[in-house]
């Protein structure tokens, strides 16, 4: 009996009807897929994200990433302004501020890029040597922007530079509310408090700056300042448990020699100095702290000769002078004692003049001649490196001064010899801290 074929749908579950099923599933996923990786490239490739891609690697200093950005952007013509900005960006970051300025130009009336272009120009005229600039346009960007922290940055640290603390303290001030995660700003506050003596703020702003990183570039130099700072308070053991955080060197054994001569036990200060010394044989604070245990234990003559050791490292220091006039007076020998007193009354003359018009230079950010004058009195010091700051802060507010230009032309081979020690330390009375260029400024270290 033979079988009619059924009518009705075919059976979807069939093995070829399933395979084709599968394949035109397949294929519209693919097409799918297809459309939007399509979409994602486009949204990639758009100099919309691009810029702000290259605007994040700016921020952080990932400079290949810039580049390779910003030659995306090259390809499209309404991006002009965004990629003058970033080849100035990448100018400054090169070493090459002038360059840098002439890409700048071109942006820095775009309504989004006005401030970010005043920070870089402001970093430029920074680099340039040109402070007076920089703070001009620095002070457009934090007008435009209260928030502009790398704007805040620069203007300390040139403020700093010129010698201008309370301008400089304003900025960092307002850097350490802008970044609570940066420590910078209150290293630098503790020591220019330090440099002016006033110990109790500057351990507090020591402090501060360790609690927002322990491990900063120069934490040693930050921990050896703020023992000073604790020693100065008399609150050696205080400045002991700083210490113990700082490691071994022949700072740190001299400022615990001096934490133990504080409490009266004299032995284990001389045994920490003559460790010290042992390592670095013309530390000045270690000479001068042994010579003043040694006239007490009425060994005049070791003193003398620990004292001479200082004088001849650093022969323009007045408490080295003054010391050693005493340790030949007690020796009897009035002829060396008057020589060395005599140099040692010149010396602290040259040191309150210094003090004053430093305290001066601060009130009177427009006064060339009061920097100028800073700079001779520093050079007077045996302070090279210190005088060039003064005159050039001079030149800053007149390039015009010929004393300030003539002195800094005249401090070539060997009226401008830098000394090889680490460190030149008055004794506490109008120290003469050079404000070197720290490390304020955005991406650097202090140090």
């Known amino acids: 009996m033979d079988t009619q074929p059924q009518s009705g749908p075919p059976d979807p579950t069939s093995p070829g009807r399933l395979s084709v099923w599968r394949l035109a599933v397949l294929a519209g996923l693919l097409v799918a897929a297809a459309a939007v990786g399509g979409v994602a490239y486009w949204h990639w490739q758009r100099p919309s994200q691009r810029f702000a891609r290259a605007l994040a690697a700016l921020d952080a200093k990932r400079w290949d990433e810039v580049k390779r950005e910003l030659a995306g952007l090259e390809r499209a013509p309404d991006y ?14 090169a070493g090459k501020p002038r360059r840098a300025l002439e890409e700048l130009a071109h942006t820095v009336h775009d309504p989004e890029l006005r401030v970010p272009t005043l920070v ?3 970093e430029a005229f920074y680099r340039i040597g040109d402070l007076r600039r920089a703070i001009h346009v620095l002070s457009q960007a934090v007008e435009a922007d209260a928030g502009a922290v790398d704007a805040h940055r620069w203007l300390a640290s040139a403020y700093y530079d010129l010698g201008l603390v309370d301008a400089a303290a304003a900025h960092l001030i307002r850097v350490a509310e802008l970044d609570p995660a940066d420590p910078r700003p209150h290293r630098l506050m503790g020591l220019i408090q330090k440099d002016f003596e006033k110990y109790a703020p500057a351990v507090e702003s020591y402090r501060e700056s360790l609690r927002r990183s322990a491990n900063q570039p120069d934490g040693e130099e930050i921990l050896l300042e703020l023992a000073e700072c604790q020693i100065k308070l008399r609150e050696h053991d205080a400045a002991l448990e700083t210490l113990a955080e700082a490691p071994p060197s022949a700072d740190r054994w001299v400022a615990e020699a001096e934490c133990h001569y504080g409490e009266g036990r004299s032995d284990e200060a001389k045994r920490l100095l003559e460790q010290a010394l042992e390592q670095s044989p013309v530390n000045l604070r270690g000479l001068m702290l042994l010579a003043t245990i040694l006239l007490e234990e009425r060994n005049a003559a070791g003193a003398v000769e620990l004292l001479t050791r200082a004088v ?4 323009k220091e007045y408490a080295a002078r003054f010391k050693l006039a005493q340790a030949y007076r007690r020796l009897g020998d009035a002829k060396h004692a008057d020589e060395h007193a005599a140099v040692a009354r010149e010396l602290d003359q040259l040191r309150e003049e210094f003090a004053k018009l430093h305290k001066k230079a601060n009130l009177e950010p427009n006064n060339a001649d009061v920097r100028c004058r800073l700079g001779q009195l520093a050079r007077q010091l045996d302070r090279p490196d210190l005088a060039r700051v003064w005159f050039r802060s001079a030149l800053q507010i007149d390039p015009r001064h010929e004393e300030a230009r003539r002195s800094l032309r005249g401090g ?10 680490r460190r030149m330390e008055a004794d506490g009375q109008g120290r003469l801290r050079p404000f070197p260029q720290r490390g304020l400024r955005p991406g650097a270290h202090v140090g």
Do not use: D, K
């Open 412 to 421: 070539g081979a060997g009226g401008f010899r830098v000394r090889g020690t």
């Open 312 to 315: 001849i490292g650093y022969p």
């Open 80 to 93: 002009e302004p965004q990629q003058h900005f970033l080849r100035g960006a990448l100018l400054v970051h």
């Open 120 to 122: 870089r120009s402001g």
